[in-house]
């Protein structure tokens, strides 16, 4: 018993050094707190919206995903490239480059114009791009329409996450809290009354949806509009006067954020794929696969939260210059993240129906039985994949926040083709495989990819990367 007692104290000990020193567990949750809930106020909308399309109908929440996948996926392009706007903010903050701060703000809202743009474009190539992919028809068409609204809200959606940047950036991050949940509310309002027609709207099913999401985006964009414009943020940093078009900070923010938003757009393109492959297998396999990943998110946009922390701890240690730091910052994040990681993938194996039963509260019985059991099997994946993504999450965004993004991004290239979408078509178009190989495939991918980047991590290159000029204006 002495013995136990002894290991106790010390871990007891540790903890509690542990919860009080620089970049430890205070200081990581300060930052992580309110991006975990701006996050999982993300998750909530996402869980929300598709439970409502599962009421709806079966065809609709099978289409949600592929067609709210596809549009993300091209937005990921600019929104990781627009959003690396935090990274630098956070180097600039920790250098004391304050007057730096607005105009790196300004390059992303022009990469995020640059992206409104290209999805205006894209509108007219919803038809022919759905109807390739030979999806059920009324699948198909509930795809175009719910793609081709969801890209009216590229801009607001981009901007938003450059602005962001500003608030994480510095560690204030309550504001970004508030207008996710500020947003999310209006979008969820919105949601029920467009889907379904409710308070005098008329019901719009897919397209209200989709509607909803747009309205929300830019609700966000002009709230972080007021708030950044702020005078006190323009005298300290140049919010307003900072708003010219600077070609060398410029092609410095597409020289590191590029490659972020080229991993973000590999990534999201990879699952894309896998969602369009499995939809190939039927509507149920399709709709528990929605499903699954949808609670999947309950707990992984929470889990990008601390993803976010990190970058941010990572950029302001090494804008000191105190490398020693940014590396007890990440560690710190890695054991909060994955105690919460093993929580969570602990209820999806023992209480799985407390997360389904949302689903089904309001769809049809008989169509619903065989989704709820192929679901249920699907969240075993997940609870076992979930672990090694706590890795991914947490040392990618480690060496992002230092300016490895080159390596991220061709990792995610070389992993994502060779681990998930090759395999993925192999067993599914020409093996005929059922969706319990595919997400066989989808599990190995994951772990694969959170290991590779661990062990990046502890390589220690990234400890003398910087993404912002070289200055000897290191604030202490």
């Known amino acids: 018993m002495s013995i136990i007692k002894e290991k106790v104290e010390k871990a007891a000990g540790f903890l509690a050094k542990r919860w009080a020193c620089e970049a430890g567990y205070r200081s990581v949750l300060s930052i992580a707190v309110p991006l975990i809930l701006s996050t999982g106020a993300w998750s909530i909308l996402h869980f929300v919206d598709r439970m409502f399309l599962t009421w709806y109908s079966p065809e609709a929440i099978a289409a949600a995903m592929p067609a709210g996948m596809l549009n993300f996926t091209i937005m990921s392009l600019f929104l990781g490239t627009a959003g690396y706007v935090t990274t630098f903010v956070a180097q600039y903050h920790g250098s004391g480059q304050h007057q730096r701060i607005g105009p790196v703000l300004w390059q992303g809202i022009y990469i995020a114009v640059a992206g409104g743009i290209l999805h205006l474009f894209l509108i007219p190539l919803a038809g022919p791009i759905f109807r390739f992919v030979g999806h059920e028809p009324l699948v198909q068409e509930y795809e175009i329409v719910y793609f081709q609204v969801l890209c009216l809200g590229a801009t607001p959606a981009i901007a938003s996450s450059a602005i962001a940047g500003f608030f994480s950036g510095r560690g204030k991050a309550w504001p970004v809290m508030w207008v996710n949940v500020l947003a999310t509310a209006l979008n969820i309002i919105m949601d029920y009354a467009l889907i379904f027609g409710k308070w005098g709207l008329p019901e719009l099913g897919m397209k209200g949806a989709a509607i909803a999401t747009v309205l929300s985006a830019c609700f966000a964009f002009a709230i972080y509009l007021i708030l950044f414009s702020r005078s006190g943020h323009e005298s300290r940093y140049y919010t307003l006067r900072g708003w010219m078009f600077e070609r060398p900070l410029f092609l410095r923010l597409m020289y590191f ?220």
Do not use: C
């Open 257 to 476: 954020g590029f490659p972020s938003g080229v991993q973000f757009f590999l990534g999201m393109a990879g699952f894309t794929a896998f969602i369009l492959l499995v939809g190939r297998l039927g509507t149920m396999e399709l709709a528990a696969t929605n499903i699954a990943f949808n609670i999947n998110n309950l707990a992984f946009m929470p889990m990008i939260g601390f993803g976010m922390a990190v970058s941010v701890l990572v950029g302001q240690y090494l804008g000191k210059g105190k490398p020693d730091l940014a590396q007890r910052s990440v560690y710190s994040s890695f054991h909060l993240t994955f105690l919460y990681m093993a929580s969570v993938a602990a209820a999806y194996l023992f209480v799985p129906n407390i997360f389904i039963n949302p689903f089904a509260s309001q769809a049809d019985p008989a169509s619903f039985a065989a989704i709820r059991k192929t679901t249920l099997i699907l969240l075993r994946f997940v609870a076992i994949y979930s672990l090694f993504d706590a890795l991914n999450i947490v040392f990618a965004s480690a060496i992002k926040g230092a300016g490895d993004t080159r390596f991220v991004m061709f990792m995610i290239a070389i992993v994502s083709s060779l681990a998930l979408v090759v395999p993925s078509y192999i067993a599914l178009v020409l093996l005929q495989a059922g969706i319990y190989t595919a997400w066989t495939i989808a599990s190995v991918y994951v772990s694969i990819l959170g290991l590779v980047f661990l062990f990046r991590f502890l390589g220690g290159k990234w400890k003398s990367m910087r993404v912002i000029e070289q200055t000897n204006n290191i604030k202490e």
